[in-house]
């Protein structure tokens, strides 16, 4: 009895072993079995993913931005650094952009120039001038013009021996004479308070627009006939006066000057016809001069 | 070190603010440095000293200025006299006492500026140019002037600053 009982055993174990060995006979009751298991074992399991999600969230958040914190300071740093650079080279841009524009000027214009840098301004509320680093040892003397490439700019009112005070024209005491370009008559140009300027003692039937452009005469002062003063804005018609006056509004930006060029001889240029500021580009080529002669 | 002072200020004050200062505007007005620091030396160190940096201030001031009148050079020392005068006058150099003659000095020397100019170029309006720059100018100066006052009378007393139990 008891050798049929071990064979019987024998043989289940046998067969159980058959069926666990077999995959797709093991999967079931396997799964079945292992399926409660996994039910009472994921309760903990969760709660223990859970206080594992935490901790990684506070040594991600808290104890690993320790390293974080230094790295963005770096970086900050870095940052700050490449954008001081990248402001000093776009400076450098500009600076270079000027100048190019400057020195192309100066070589084409038909008379002799001075290229000067603004190193300062008026230092009262009450004039509109600035200060040229170039002066009496320069050549620079009193009345000489001063030009950008939009047009002109002021006249030099005070030399030292390095420096010199130009008087701009959109100063009230400033005064040069002016030509309308369209109809020829001239006038003189004079500043306003609020940094205008105004060509007086138009003739009354003078035919001038509203867009017309102010040029120098060349009659008087430091600077040839031609260089562009601004566009008209406005004309005043006064009873019982016997001239027009009108309002310009400045080819030049006199608040954003940086470097200037002196006009040291004016004189070669007074047969010059009048010439018209190309837009964006101030003053026209030299080949542009040729084709107008 | 008072002279060193008197120094530094004829020789730094008028390029700081003609390259520097001019940047700091309130709608393109910026107070006046020259005329701010003659009247303190007025009201603080007397008539003399107020006299002699206001000449050479003034003188400064109207070399890198587009003044052809050179006003500077008598206006500056004579508001710095009129600040010595007036503040010798009182007891106590008060805070409103201060604010007060700079006001009036300032609009003193930018009415004597305004007109000189205006012979020059007649036709400006003087109520445009009061709105425009005269009166705004004299209000920066006053309010910069005192605080400077101030904090010189906090670094160094004088003789002006009494208890507040004092009258004006």
Known sequence: MVGAKRAFVLLLAVLAAALLILPEASDGPLQTIGRGLVTMASHPLRALDSVNQGIDSIWSRYIALRYVGEENLSLRREIASLQEEASRLREKAAASDRLRELLNLKEELPYSTLAARVIARDPTNWYRSIVINKGQDDGITVDMGVMTPTGAVGRVVKVQRQLAVVLLLIDRNNAVTGLVQRTRDEGIVEGTEKGLAWIKYLPLLSNVKVGDIVITSGMAGGFPRGLPIGRITRIE???AELFLSAEIQPETDFGRLEEVLVITSPRETTNLPSLVPVPGHGLPSAKRLEEIR | MK??????LIILLVPFQAVLFNRVTIFGVHPDLVLI???????????????????????????FSGNAHWTNIWLKPLLGLMASLASHSVINLTFTFSLALLLALSIFSGTVIFFLKSFQSPGVDFFAAAQGILLPQACFDAVLGVTVLKLIQVAAPTRHQLPTSSYE
């Open chain 1, 237 to 239: 018609r006064r009873e």
């Open chain 2, 3 to 8: 002279y060193l002072v008197y120094a530094a």
């Open chain 2, 37 to 63: 620091a003659v009247c303190l030396i007025g009201m603080q160190a007397g008539e003399l000293d107020a006299i002699v940096i206001g000449l050479a201030l003034g003188f400064t001031q109207d070399l």
